[in-house]
């Protein structure tokens, strides 16, 4: 799916998405019409809404060229939306994949930028995409059941903290020192998961003292594959302050 579609040619094609989807997610015969476009919206949204017993969905024109097992996952999603009912793991898997790949993410920052929108932190760096990274680790070594947090890049670079997974918000926040053609791969991708580590093991009381680091917490870290020459390169780069010289009691 590579050649540029006319958008109202595309539109009889939308609507017999959002036709499956309904019937898929409602699983009604009768279901209302639809009426489905391409959006110019600043980001990556889609709108649907039920009007005079009528659907009408809106789906970002950075969409247009997504092949079709994407736009009907996000017609299922909204559909579901619609209906207040869950929308099925599967579809927001297929779509959540794609939405975050790394030429999406592109195409959604540039259109922002044409638009007028200012980009808020991403999890696309310069270098490195944290959600592909997140989605490749999870998989590896997670059996991908880890829940997916709120990925982004530090606004600054920091070397003192390289990753802090926040457990109240549900995010990881990853330095920009690390989103770099200079650091390797396996370095910043340790960085992550680690902090995936702190989602897979959450902080427990013992005797009135939160621990963040268990012994269990330790024997994962160590079966990452590049363990060793990861901790070596980072502690070359945070030398002489230690990767995670923080306060006891501070979330790490
Ligand atoms: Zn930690």
Request: with cysteine.
């Amino acid at each position: 799916m590579t050649e540029l579609l006319d958008v109202r040619s595309r539109d009889a094609r939308l609507d017999s998405i959002f036709n499956a989807a309904l019937h898929e997610v409602t699983r009604r015969k009768d279901t209302p019409q639809v009426q489905a476009c391409f959006y110019p919206y600043a980001g990556l949204s889609s709108t649907i809404r039920l009007r005079n017993g009528r659907v009408f969905a809106r789906v970002s024109d950075v969409l247009i060229q997504s092949p079709p097992e994407v736009l009907h996952s996000l017609a299922c999603i909204l559909v579901a939306k619609l209906y207040r009912v869950k929308a099925p793991s599967e579809h927001e898997k297929v779509y959540h994949e794609y939405a975050t790949s790394t030429p999406v993410l592109h195409a959604t920052e540039r259109t922002r930028r044409k638009r007028g929108y200012k980009i808020i932190t991403s999890a696309l760096g310069r270098t490195y995409n944290l959600e592909e990274a997140f989605s490749s680790l999870n998989k590896q070594y997670f059996g991908g059941e880890l829940d997916r947090p709120v990925l982004s890049w530090s606004q600054g670079k920091t070397r003192r903290v390289l990753g802090h997974h926040d457990h109240v918000h549900g995010t990881i926040t990853i330095s920009r020192t690390l989103d770099s053609p200079k650091v390797p791969r396996f370095v910043t991708e340790y960085v992550l998961y680690h902090e995936m580590l702190h989602i897979k093991h959450p902080p427990k009381m013992v005797r009135g003292r939160t621990i963040y680091h268990s012994r269990e917490f330790r024997s994962d870290e160590r079966l990452y594959e590049q363990f060793d020459d990861a901790l070596k390169y980072l502690e070359r780069i945070a030398s002489p302050v230690r990767r995670e010289r923080r306060p006891r009691r501070s979330r790490s």
